[in-house]
């Protein structure tokens, strides 16, 4: 992760933690693909006796955008819930409907957590100028900061300095992964 004290635009406490290390975290499911909640409590409780400073919810590692979005909402509820005094969480956000991204944005916040990441748009060929729309609507919907998790090969997009730069001069936008 790379984090932007973007105090001008909206002062974010995820440089503050002494122990940035935030794991991604696994998503355990039961056969009939329900959370597994035990199993998360465990996990997460371990991770936490380990030394981590948060973690990285719903992201690929958890394998977010293919969970029910009860599923994904409920993981990102425990993990925040376990996580109170303990470390930052960022949840991953990306969805195959940026709606739903937004929607996923508000939940976070209600929950708690500390930030929000997403990749970006990653089927149809989009353009540069469309990437940066998204994180740009993102960011302006969501109450948390925004982590652009840029992956230029999902995109198609090369991957340059400027554009990584025009990402964290959004208001809202604290880092990029």
């Given amino acids: 992760f790379r984090f932007l004290d973007n105090s001008k635009t909206m002062p974010t406490n995820l440089l503050?933690?002494?122990?940035?290390?935030?794991?991604?975290?696994?998503?355990?499911?039961?056969?009939?693909?329900?959370?597994?909640?035990?199993?998360?409590?465990?996990?997460?409780?371990?991770?936490?006796?380990?030394?981590?400073?948060g973690l990285y919810v719903t992201g690929s590692t958890g394998e977010g955008i293919y969970l029910d979005f009860e599923v994904r909402k409920r993981i990102v509820e425990l993990a925040v819930a376990l996580s109170r005094g303990r470390g930052t969480v960022i949840v991953h956000v990306g969805a195959i409907q940026a709606v739903k991204a937004a929607e996923l944005a508000q939940h976070a916040a209600t929950t708690g957590a500390d930030?929000?990441?997403?990749?970006?748009?990653?089927?149809?060929?989009?353009?540069?100028?469309?990437?940066?729309?998204?994180?740009?609507?993102?960011?302006?919907?969501?109450?948390?900061?925004?982590?652009?998790?840029?992956?230029?090969?999902?995109?198609?997009?090369?991957?340059?300095?400027?554009?990584?730069?025009?990402?964290?001069?959004?208001?809202?936008?604290?880092?990029?992964?």
Avoid at 23 to 43: F, I, K, Y
Avoid at 138 to 163: C, F, M
């Fill in 115 to 177: 930030a929000v990441s997403s990749i970006p748009p990653f089927a149809g060929g989009y353009t540069w100028d469309e990437i940066h729309a998204y994180y740009a609507d993102l960011a302006r919907k969501s109450p948390l900061p925004v982590v652009a998790y840029h992956i230029p090969g999902l995109t198609g997009q090369p991957h340059s300095i400027t554009n990584l730069a025009s990402l964290l001069a959004l208001p809202n936008v604290a880092g990029f992964k």
């Fill in 16 to 53: 503050s933690p002494p122990n940035r290390i935030l794991p991604a975290l696994v998503t355990p499911l039961l056969p009939d693909g329900r959370l597994d909640e035990r199993s998360a409590e465990r996990l997460v409780n371990h991770l936490y006796d380990r030394g981590v400073g």
